[in-house]
Structure formats: structure tokens, C-alpha cells
């Protein structure tokens, strides 16, 4: 299966401009299936670790979901 990656600039810019920040921590939340996951991957790819910097993916519904069982 071949996942096509079209037209995401924009987000990709932004994603862009919060890296650059010194500090932070950031959350990319929506409705499902559209490319969240696929939209970090491809920012990430490229991106070095540096000054204690990392791309993490946690899916939070499994937390919310493990919190109401």
C-alpha cells in the first residue's frame, strides 16, 4: 500500500516554525484518519535531535481510553 503525500506545506511550515523555538511542547490533535501521524513522520524525517529536542509520538486515546476502563 502506498501512502501519497499531498499538498501539506502549510502544516509543515508551522510544524517548522515551533522546531526553531528554544522550548515547548506541543500537541497535533484532530479527528481521525487525517495524516497526523503520516504528517509527523515526514517532518521528522531529516530532523536531528539536537539540544535535547525530540519528536514523540503518544497516542493519547489509548491514555484516555485505558483511564476509563
Do not use: H
Not at 501521524?37 to 524525517?45: A, G, M
Request: proline fraction near 3%; include cysteine.
Amino acid at each position: 500500500m502506498c501512502i501519497q503525500f499531498i499538498d501539506r506545506r502549510s502544516e509543515l511550515k508551522k510544524l517548522n516554525s515551533f522546531w526553531d523555538r528554544p522550548e515547548g511542547a506541543y500537541v497535533l490533535w484532530g479527528r481521525r484518519r487525517l495524516g497526523k501521524t503520516t504528517l509527523l513522520r515526514k517532518f521528522s524525517d531529516g530532523k536531528e535531535t539536537i539540544d535535547g529536542k525530540k519528536i514523540k509520538y503518544i497516542p493519547l486515546w489509548r491514555i484516555l481510553l485505558a483511564k476509563g476502563s
